[in-house]
């Protein structure tokens, strides 16, 4: 069973909040990742650290943010939300090799 | 630039058959692939990871394959069940060393029926 953690499960909010979705996992892994993923569609990269103090943007441009200041904890920002950042957002992490996600964080903006 | 193509986008079988899920991908140069299961709304379940070096991979009913020179991997899933019911994904990542990129699937969307 992989340990790793996301909240909320879900979020529905409006639009010009400030949201942080968290992520941590206490396995010790190295690399973390967020992916966003809309019904039905695939996975799309957006964010990944390979260490602490280190992180890099995906595949696809994301008006969010991330930090990595502890190995365990990789959170992901909105500034200001807007109804086209409405997704699944999810979390992963890896050690030598298998990657592990999280159950992923809805986000519904109104 | 790595592609992964798993077809059929859908499949439904009945309860109890033995299917294979196909994995294609147009680079053989992978360090790994990995097989998903994701359960709508919820995040993606490790199933089995295959090391490139590797030929088969198995845990309880679920058997993979892979064949680096033809870019094929196949999920062999026994005496399926209804709880057997979800979107299925490979993903192959690069040989350019421990961080290289992991490319996905769209997915195969299992039914079983009862």
């Known amino acids: 069973e992989a340990d790793i953690y996301q909240t909320p499960r879900y979020l529905v909010i409006g639009t010009g909040k400030k949201i942080t979705l968290e992520c941590s996992q206490t396995?010790?892994?190295?690399?973390m990742y967020w992916y966003q993923q809309d019904p039905g569609m695939e996975l799309h990269l957006i964010h990944y650290?390979?260490?602490?103090?280190?992180?890099e943007k995906g595949d696809l441009s994301s008006e969010s943010t991330v930090s990595r200041i502890r190995t365990e904890h990789f959170p992901l920002t909105l500034e200001s939300a807007r109804p086209s950042h409405t997704s699944q957002y999810l979390c992963?992490?890896?050690?030598?090799?298998?990657?592990?996600f999280g159950e992923g964080s809805r986000l519904t903006v109104l | 630039k790595q592609e992964v193509t798993q077809i059929p986008a859908a499949l439904s079988v009945p309860e109890g058959e033995n299917l294979v899920l196909n994995c294609s991908f147009t680079?053989?140069?992978?360090?790994?692939l990995q097989w998903f299961r994701q359960d709508p709304g919820k995040g993606l379940t490790s199933l089995l990871l295959?090391?490139?070096?590797?030929r088969e991979q198995t845990s309880g009913r679920l058997n993979a394959s892979l064949d680096k020179s033809s870019g094929r991997s196949t999920l062999y899933i026994a005496a399926s069940q209804p709880g057997d019911s979800a979107t299925y994904l490979c993903?192959?990542?690069?040989?350019?060393?421990?961080?290289?990129?992991?490319?996905f699937g769209k997915g195969i969307t299992l039914s079983v029926r009862p």
């Open positions: 993903a192959v990542r690069g040989d350019t060393g421990a961080n290289s990129k992991l490319t």
């Open positions: 396995m010790g892994h190295d690399k």
């Open positions: 650290s390979y260490g602490v103090n280190s992180t």
């Open positions: 295959i090391q490139s070096s590797q």
């Open positions: 992963a992490s890896r050690g030598a090799g298998e990657l592990f």
């Open positions: 680079d053989s140069a992978i360090y790994n």
